[in-house]
């Protein structure tokens, strides 16, 4: 029968003694190194004077800008204040659906924290999402080191707060706060892994894959892989039978699997989500990092964009670099963990295994968010390494190649004077450290000087890196939750009228993610996952976007905001009190009337915007003038996807039209890829957007005067087409009449549930019900009660005929995904309880055999 430890492998020693540990440091050594490794990252924080320990920008980059919303929503939908629910969500994009935002950014189990604290609190709570995830992550690795070799608890632990505090965790991942469970994912593994290596617990491995999966299924399938291949390296070095290290084998893969299938809905719900999701802009891979730039991030304090972040700290790397001239550790044991960390150093360098390591899909922004995997690989090594004590003279060997790597890294964009300065400093303290415990052991005095060297060594480091990048030019804070912030919310909420009207956040913008933040419902959302078709829809309205569609902006206009049913908004006001003033305009309800025979959408393109808002109103609201060239070469057609022909404008001339509308109207523009500038009616637009990262949607030219000619001219350096009929002259007379007849045809009564909607006309009712909110995938609506179907679209909004006549029409979102995945999970649990229950069983029958022998 197999024992619960491994035996050694052939010729390989077993540890030295670790000398006498108090009973309690099994579980103290971990909570110390959580609390080290914490320290160091609010040590850090604090010397920067940055939230919560300072007055500086209260939230930083994404942190502020997108994921702070998204833990106030959390907020909102625990306490009963939240537009939605899990499935859905009515605050963002006129309606979006939520649970893979959900599983995807909130399923860091410390993200429940924010419920805890005041809603004006929720940045303290987000802080502490990726403070705890840190001290958790670092306190696994404590235990999981003891599980690679047994060793001094305390030794583990230091080593540790390297790996917590590694420079994958201060440049990668403190900005996201669900990456950072892939810190727990890691040595929760790789917990799991060792388990079924003796052949122990395994229902409660197959649970902690689950757990690191439900948590963040990004990082947990890098981690998945990263400790897969460390059990490949164990299982080399196994001295077992061949047969059974493949049963060991079977264990991991079976746990493996069945854990990954016990949180299905994890992967099938953002899997959909994101191939109805928006493209994302194309990343581009740009080769494999320099060398000298690759080598210069094992050390601390640099900053540079373009290179693996896998700086573990300089004890750690020198206890890497001694490992290979160690003499107690045999010769293949370190060739194995050596070809380990180079093997996963160079698959950076080749796009396909960086795709491999990212899901097949080149992320944007950084391609080596998949670091952390190496960082856990050479804090393990520096585990072996230490767990035998290198010999001075071990250490001095190691120390030359660590003077030799800053030599060569010298001349890296990556080096800065903190590099510098903490590189020799801590090198010194720790070969010096070392030596004396090599002598003597692991005596309190040393642990604690090992402990003092590398707590502030990490501290020191992530406040160089943190220095440096405040400086970049594309690093810009956004404050969110500060006291203007709050002001707006208290407006925008006492203005509320949803569901019968929307109370609109921009264009004012404190974050990326606004409506959320202050809990309105608005365009404006930043996700991975927001639908192609909402944002397309919007696009086609006349909505501006950035980041490619995955961010969308609030309508400008007044039509904008009447079909889409807003009542209120802010615009930026630099006398304000708070820098923004609240507007309202009157707007028809978010479910109204069309007459019958009103046509929805067909493959059939829309000539132009003004034309789509025309039909989406059911009024001619908009009058499109024809453009007569007025100056230059008359501008040649060219086809344009969309709608039809385009004008050709040449580069480096001035393009002039004249265009006639009727006296008092006002002139929009919307030329949304159209790079340079625009004159028209006293007014002078700059527009510059980057194709097809960012548009401004629809722009105000002026009012037209008496004589109702008025001349638009366009002058660019480059040459670029634009719509043919860009310019519309709005009647907001006829405008004002079309609301006033849609709030007069409007239903009686409007309710919205989690992920519902429905709305009660009188008895008879005849044409089609519009909900303004985009038509995504799992909207299935009724009428009276009728059969639920798929509905139809105006302008890309839910639309639903009312046949012969209606009194009720409902609608509710499905989640696609969703029940596909709880069927998967459900067998996975069955799975798990069977072989649990048979375990038992087992068990039980062997000791009742036995009692009677």
């Known amino acids: 029968m197999l024992k619960t430890s491994l035996r050694p492998a052939a010729g390989r020693q077993a540890a030295a003694p670790a000398g006498p540990a108090r009973p309690g440091a099994r579980w103290i050594a971990p909570l110390a190194s959580a609390l080290g490794a914490m320290g160091a990252y609010c040590l850090a924080t604090a010397a920067r004077g940055t939230y919560p320990f300072g007055g500086r920008s209260r939230a930083v980059n994404d942190l502020g800008n997108q994921f702070v919303p998204f833990h106030a929503h959390l907020w909102d939908l625990v306490h009963g204040q939240g537009g939605g629910d899990l499935l859905f969500n009515w605050n963002s994009g006129y309606g979006v659906p939520f649970l893979a935002d959900f599983l995807t950014y909130l399923m860091n189990p410390f993200s429940w924290l ?52 590694s420079g994958w965790t201060t440049y990668d991942g403190w900005s996201d706060p669900m990456w950072l469970w892939g810190l727990v994912s890691f040595p929760l593994i790789g917990i799991a892994t060792d388990w079924c290596l003796q052949r122990r617990r395994w229902p409660t491995a197959t649970l902690l894959v689950a757990a690191c999966w439900a948590g963040n299924f990004y990082t947990a399938a890098m981690a998945t892989l990263g400790m897969g291949l460390i059990l490949m390296v164990r299982l080399l070095l196994d001295a077992r039978p061949a047969r059974d290290k493949g049963r060991a084998l079977l264990r991991a893969l079976t746990a493996t699997t069945t854990g990954i299938l016990l949180a299905a809905p994890v992967v099938t719900v953002p899997y959909l989500a994101s191939r109805a999701a928006q493209p994302p802009p194309d990343a581009v891979w740009d080769g494999p990092p320099d060398v000298r730039d690759y080598l210069a991030h094992l050390l601390p304090g640099g900053y540079y964009t373009s290179t693996p972040r896998i700086c573990v700290g300089v004890l750690a790397l020198l206890l890497v670099l001694t490992f290979p001239f160690m003499g107690k550790v045999a010769r293949r044991e370190r060739a194995a963990w050596c070809a380990l960390a180079v093997l996963v150093a160079l698959s950076y360098t080749w796009r396909p295994t960086v795709l491999l390591w990212h899901g097949l899909a080149l992320p944007n922004g950084s391609p080596y968010r998949a670091a952390i995997a190496l960082t856990a690989i050479l804090v393990s090594i520096a585990w072996l390494a230490l767990a035998q004590r290198p ?39 720790s070969a010096g450290l070392l030596c004396l415990l090599h002598r003597h052991g692991p005596r309190t005095a040393l642990l604690s000087a090992l402990a003092c060297t590398v707590l502030l060594g990490t501290a020191g480091a992530a406040y160089s890196v943190s220095e440096i990048r405040d400086r970049q030019p594309f690093w810009q804070p956004k404050t969110t939750l500060d006291a203007n912030a709050l002001a707006a919310r208290e407006v925008v909420r006492a203005h509320d009228t949803w569901p019968t009207g929307r ?54 206009d007044p039509v904008g905001r009447a079909i889409m049913g807003v009542t209120s908004h802010l615009e930026s006001s630099a006398g304000a009190p708070h820098g923004f003033t609240q ?214 909004l839910i639309a639903v005929r009312l046949g012969g006549g209606g009194s009720r029409v409902a609608c509710s979102y499905h989640t696609p995904g969703l029940k596909p995945g709880l069927v998967v999970s459900g067998l996975a649990l069955a799975t798990l309880l069977a072989v649990a229950i048979g375990g038992a069983l087992r068990t039980r029958t062997r000791r009742s055999s036995t009692g009677k022998h």
């Open 391 to 429: 010999s001075p003279r071990e250490l001095l060997l190691g120390s030359g190649l660590l003077a030799l790597l800053l030599a060569v890294a010298a001349g890296s964009r990556y080096v800065s004077p903190g590099t510098w300065i903490l590189t020799p400093a801590a090198l010194a303290a």
């Open 503 to 556: 109370s609109e956040t921009g264009p004012h913008e404190f974050a990326d993610n606004d409506p959320l933040l202050l809990g309105a419902q608005g365009a404006s959302y930043y996700s991975s996952y927001v639908p192609a078709r909402t944002a397309q829809t919007l696009h086609d309205l006349g909505a501006g976007w950035e980041i490619g569609g995955r961010h969308l902006l609030a309508f400008t």
């Open 114 to 165: 924010v419920v805890l604290f005041s809603r004006e609190g929720t940045e303290l709570g987000v802080f502490l999402v990726t403070l705890l995830s840190i001290g958790l992550g670092t306190a696994l690795m404590t235990v999981f080191l003891g599980r690679l070799r047994p060793g001094s608890p305390w030794l583990r632990a230091v080593l540790a707060v390297g790996y917590g505090m």
């Open 583 to 796: 507007v309202f305009q009157p707007a028809p309800p978010v479910v109204t009337l069309r007459p019958p025979g009103t046509p929805l959408d067909t493959a059939v393109p829309d000539p132009s915007v003004f034309a789509r808002r025309n039909r989406v109103l059911g009024a001619p609201v908009y009058s499109v003038p024809a453009l007569t060239p007025a100056q230059g070469p008359r501008p040649p057609a060219s086809p344009e996807t969309a709608a039809g022909a385009a004008l050709h404008l040449a580069g480096g001339r001035t393009t002039a039209f004249t265009a006639r509308c009727a006296p008092g109207t006002a002139a929009d523009l919307y030329a949304p890829w159209y790079a340079g500038t625009v004159r028209a009616l006293g007014a002078t637009l700059t527009p510059d957007p980057l194709r097809p990262m960012a548009n401004p949607g629809l722009q105000t030219l002026g009012t037209v005067p008496a004589a109702g000619t008025f001349t638009v001219t366009f002058d660019s350096a480059r040459t670029q087409d634009i719509p043919r009929t860009p310019v519309g002259c709005l009647d907001r007379g006829t405008l004002d009449k079309v609301v006033a007849t849609l709030k007069t045809t409007a239903p009686a009564r409007i309710t919205a549930g989690g992920h519902s909607i429905d709305a009660a006309f009188r008895p008879g009712t005849t044409g089609t019900a519009v909900i303004a909110v985009p038509a995504v995938d799992g909207w299935r609506c009724q009428v009276d009660g009728g059969a639920a179907k798929t509905p139809g679209t105006l302008g890309g």
